[in-house]
């Protein structure tokens, strides 16, 4: 199942079924839909290509880099002296780190890539990107991140804060297993488990959107000491048989 989570709305944006085999890369399609929109991406869809898509299509990206991938450090955009910020130019991502001492970095790199294949040929290309390597204090490492959002738009931090939305994903796939029975569908037959999915997904739609209506209602605000919390508002659901 491939599920795209509007952070905003907080639900499903769109939802399609794939086989099992289907690799992760191959559900998301980068269009004209992207214009504007900030597309918050797991591992699983981490591709070079894919990033210089979005930034063609006039949208925008937030991913965390894969371990394996050593970028190359253009410049240094803030952070450190002007002496360190030269020194770091042309170094390897990991040979900055280790030199931070637990500083955040903001920094340019470049990635490379190759475009689609056309008339038998495949053209090799790169573009630069902005990259952000926030210190977490208590994991006594670094989260690192790589965007296209300018530094004028969000700082350092807000990359990290805004790549935390992509949590919504987990625990809307944590709210299917465990609200909507989908950890274990016992049954092999292809059209039943459509089905399962089908009535999990739409029932899961519904009850965002009513849960969004009660949240924005003149009664709820009434109440200011009133928590309604997701997980709170979907027991409730499994509670009266929803």
């Not at 738009?153 to 796939?173: P, T």
Request: proline letters at 1%; charged letters at 30%; a positive charge.
């Amino acid at each position: 199942m491939g599920v795209m989570v509007s952070a905003v709305a907080n639900g499903p944006k769109t939802v399609a079924l794939y086989s099992e085999k289907t690799a992760e890369i191959k559900t998301l399609k980068i269009g004209p839909w992207i214009k504007d929109r900030i597309l918050l991406v797991d591992l699983g869809f981490y591709k070079n290509q894919m990033f210089a898509r979005v930034e063609e299509n006039g949208g925008y990206f937030v991913s965390r880099i894969m371990k394996n991938m050593d970028l190359i450090v253009v410049s240094v955009e803030e952070g450190l002296s002007k002496t360190k910020s030269k020194e770091f130019a042309g170094k390897t991502v990991s040979e900055c780190i280790k030199q931070l001492s637990g500083k955040d970095l903001d920094a340019v790199v470049k990635i490379t890539f190759k475009r689609r294949t056309y008339k038998g040929k495949q053209k090799q290309d790169e573009m630069n990107v902005r990259l952000v390597a926030i210190y977490n204090s208590e994991e006594e490492n670094f989260h690192i991140y790589i965007t296209n959002i300018q530094k004028n738009v969000l700082n350092a931090k807000d990359i990290a804060k805004l790549y935390g939305a992509r949590w919504d994903i987990e625990l809307l796939f944590k709210e299917l297993k465990s609200k909507y029975v989908l950890d274990v569908l016992e049954t092999k037959n292809v059209q039943v488990i459509e089905a399962l999915l089908w009535t999990a997904m739409l029932t899961l739609i519904v009850s965002r959107r009513i849960y969004s209506i009660v949240k924005n209602s003149t009664a709820y605000s009434i109440v200011k000491n009133s928590q309604l919390s997701l997980k709170r508002w979907c027991d409730i659901l499994k509670r009266d048989g929803v």
